[in-house]
């Protein structure tokens, strides 16, 4: 849990390296869970970029005494995801 306390505060800090490194291991995982849900690239492009702004732009919605920040964002994409299926 520790390495998830250090990349919340690097990325409330504006650490543009972590949020990279964030993309770069979960990116593929967060998009695939999109596609599965919508059935769209296009849709699960947009999900996947969606949940990787929202961590930029508000880092302290994650709290990692709740999960990981896979779990986060997994749990963000399926949302996302989710409500895009619903509006469609």
């Known amino acids: ?11 409330a800090a504006g650490d543009l390296g ?9 990116g593929a995982y967060v998009y ?6 919508t059935g ?3 849709t699960a492009e947009e999900v996947t970029q969606d949940v990787f702004t929202a961590l930029w732009e508000r880092p302290l919605s994650y ?6 920040i ?7 994409a399926l949302h996302e995801a989710a409500v ?5």
């Open 1 to 11: 849990m520790s390495a998830d306390v250090d990349v919340r505060a690097a990325l």
């Open 18 to 26: 972590v949020l990279g490194a964030l993309y770069d291991e979960h």
């Open 32 to 37: 695939g869970l999109a596609i599965e849900v």
């Open 40 to 42: 769209s690239r296009t």
């Open 63 to 68: 709290d990692p005494e709740l999960g990981s």
């Open 70 to 76: 896979r779990g986060w964002l997994a749990s963000r």
């Open 84 to 88: 895009r299926v619903k509006a469609g």
